[in-house]
C-alpha cells in the first residue's frame, strides 16, 4: 500500500494472464492494451499518476497501519509489551518486533469539535466557540480524521468469511454544484465502515487525469436490467478511455491546493487500504462491489493472490428499494451485452430488486438471491441525512474528506451502541 504499483495487467478472471506483467501476448493498441489470450483490452493507467495520487492520500495511514516497519508485511502477531507498556508486535515476514503507534490523546477541543459537527453546528459558530480561526479549524478537522484512523485501525473484520459491500457516491462542495467522487466500503454483517477514498489528491498529477466534466452520463430509468445493459453500452462505447467516467461539475477554486483527479485512481488505492484493514482477520473474503469496470479492476488488482486461490470472490450488485424480501425468489437470468456479455440474474418485487453477475470462480448460484449492498448504502443515508451535511456541501475537498473520515468513525461508534 506504500509501494508504487503498476497494475497494466489483464484484468480477465479467468485469463491465465491476469495480473501477469508483461506478458509477450499483450499488443499495445492506442491507449490500450489487447491480450491476445482472452481477447479482451485493458486501459494503460500512468503508474507516474496513480502513485504519486496514492503517496499522497495514503500518507496519512503511513504511521498508523498495522505494517512492519522494516520490510512492510502485514502479517503480524502480537507479542508481549515494550518497557514503556505498549504493545509490540512480531512481523511473521521477516521477524523483526516493533511497536505500533499508540492512540494519541484526544484533545478537549478535539473532543468539543465532535460534538459540534454531530450536533451540526456551522463551521463559522464552530470557530466562534472554539475561539479558533479557519486555518485552526483545518487543521483540527485533519488531526480529527487521524484520531479516526487510529481507532479503525485495530477493528479490523468480525469473521473469517467477510462479505464486503462497495458503492461511489457523491457530496456537493465548496458552495456551488461541484461534486466529490466518494468510494466506500463496508462490511456487510456487522454494517461497520471499512474504508473510504474520494477523487481529492492534494498534490496535482499528470493533466491527462486531473477530472473534467463534459458530458454527466446519467442512466435514464428503467428495470435493473435496462439499467445494467445500458451502462455496459456506455461502457463499450467510450472504449479508448475505459478509466474514465463523467459523473457531472467538479472544479475547485483557483486557491483550494491539489487536483481532483479522475475516478480511476481512488479505485485502484481504495482497494490497497481496504485489504490493508481486513487482510489479518479473514480467510475468505466477498466483495459485492457497484457496476462499474475501472471497480472492478481495482478490485481485482489489490486482491490478484486471492483470487486465484479462490479465497476471494467479486460481483457486480445492482439494487433497487430498501429491503431485500425474505422469501426466495425465483431468479431471471439476462446478459448484460457490451464487451464482455456476462450473465446476470435479478430478483426483484414490488418494492424491491437487485442484479447480480458472478465475475470470478463458479460459486454457488443459490447464494447468489441474498447479495446485497446495504451495508454501504446505509452509510451512504447516514452521511446525506446527518445534521451537518448542508455544511458539508460548502467545505473544501480537502476538509470535506477529512470531515467524512471522522463521520465514519462516528458511524461505526454508533452501530456498537
Ligand atoms: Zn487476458
Ligand atoms: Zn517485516
Known amino acids: 500500500m506504500f509501494t508504487p504499483i503498476n497494475v497494466d495487467v489483464c484484468k480477465t478472471p479467468d485469463c491465465k494472464n ?12 492506442g491507449s490500450n492494451v489487447l491480450c491476445q489470450e482472452c481477447g ?46 505498549v504493545q509490540r508486535m512480531l512481523c511473521h515476514h521477516c521477524n523483526k518486533t516493533f511497536v505500533l503507534p499508540a492512540h494519541s490523546k484526544t484533545t478537549i477541543r478535539q473532543a468539543h469539535l465532535a460534538t459540534l459537527i454531530k450536533e451540526g453546528v456551522a463551521p463559522a459558530e464552530i470557530c466562534r466557540t472554539l475561539a479558533i480561526n479557519n486555518t485552526t479549524l483545518g ?25 464486503l459491500s462497495t458503492r461511489a457516491f457523491y457530496v456537493k462542495f465548496n458552495g456551488g454544484n461541484s461534486r466529490l467522487y466518494i468510494l466506500v466500503t463496508a ?29 454527466e452520463e446519467r442512466l435514464p430509468p428503467g428495470t435493473l436490467m435496462h439499467l445494467v445493459q445500458r451502462k455496459e453500452m456506455l461502457t463499450m462505447r467510450r472504449h479508448g478511455v475505459l478509466f474514465n467516467i463523467d459523473y457531472g461539475p467538479a472544479t475547485l477554486h483557483r486557491y483550494d491546493r491539489g487536483m481532483l483527479v479522475k475516478p480511476v485512481l481512488p479505485a485502484y488505492r481504495h482497494f490497497g487500504l481496504v485489504r490493508l484493514l481486513i487482510e489479518p482477520h479473514s480467510l475468505n473474503v466477498q466483495h459485492n462491489i457497484d457496476h462499474e469496470c475501472f471497480i472492478l479492476g481495482g478490485c481485482l488488482v ?29 431468479p431471471r437470468l439476462f446478459y448484460s451485452g457490451g464487451i ?15 442484479a447480480v453477475c ?36 460548502k467545505m473544501s475537498p480537502a476538509n470535506l474528506t477529512a470531515v ?8 461505526n461508534c454508533s452501530l456498537l451502541q
Open 18 to 29: 491476469l495480473g501477469v506483467m508483461n506478458s509477450p501476448d499483450y499488443v499495445v493498441q
Open 187 to 215: 462490511e456487510e454483517n456487522s454494517g461497520r465502515v471499512v474504508a473510504i477514498s474520494t477523487n481529492y489528491c492534494p498534490h496535482p498529477v499528470e493533466a491527462e487525469y486531473q477530472y473534467h466534466s463534459q458530458y
Open 40 to 85: 479482451f483490452l485493458f486501459p494503460i493507467i500512468s503508474t507516474k499518476s496513480l502513485n504519486t495520487f496514492r503517496t499522497a492520500v495514503n500518507r496519512p495511514w503511513k504511521s498508523v497501519a498495522r505494517q512492519c516497519p522494516g520490510c512492510g508485511g502485514t502479517s503480524l502477531k502480537r507479542n508481549g509489551f515494550s518497557a514503556q507498556g
Open 340 to 354: 464482455r456479455n456476462n450473465v446476470w440474474r435479478t430478483y426483484s418485487t414490488r418494492d424491491y430488486a437487485m
Open 139 to 163: 487543521r483540527e478537522l485533519a488531526h480529527l480524521s487521524h484520531q479516526a484512523h487510529l481507532a479503525e485501525r485495530d477493528v479490523g473484520a468480525s469473521a473469517f468469511d467477510v462479505v
Open 404 to 411: 467524512l473520515e471522522h463521520i465514519k468513525h462516528e458511524y
Open 302 to 330: 489489490a486482491n490478484l493472490a486471492d483470487i486465484q486461490q479462490g479465497r476471494c470472490h467479486i460481483s457486480f450488485v445492482r439494487e433497487w428499494g430498501a429491503s431485500p424480501p425474505v422469501r426466495a425468489l425465483p
Open 358 to 393: 458472478n465475475l470470478t470462480g463458479c460459486k454457488n448460484t443459490h447464494l447468489l438471491r441474498h447479495v446485497t449492498l446495504k451495508s454501504a448504502t446505509d452509510f451512504i443515508q447516514y452521511v446525506q441525512n446527518h445534521s451537518f451535511f448542508m455544511y458539508l456541501n
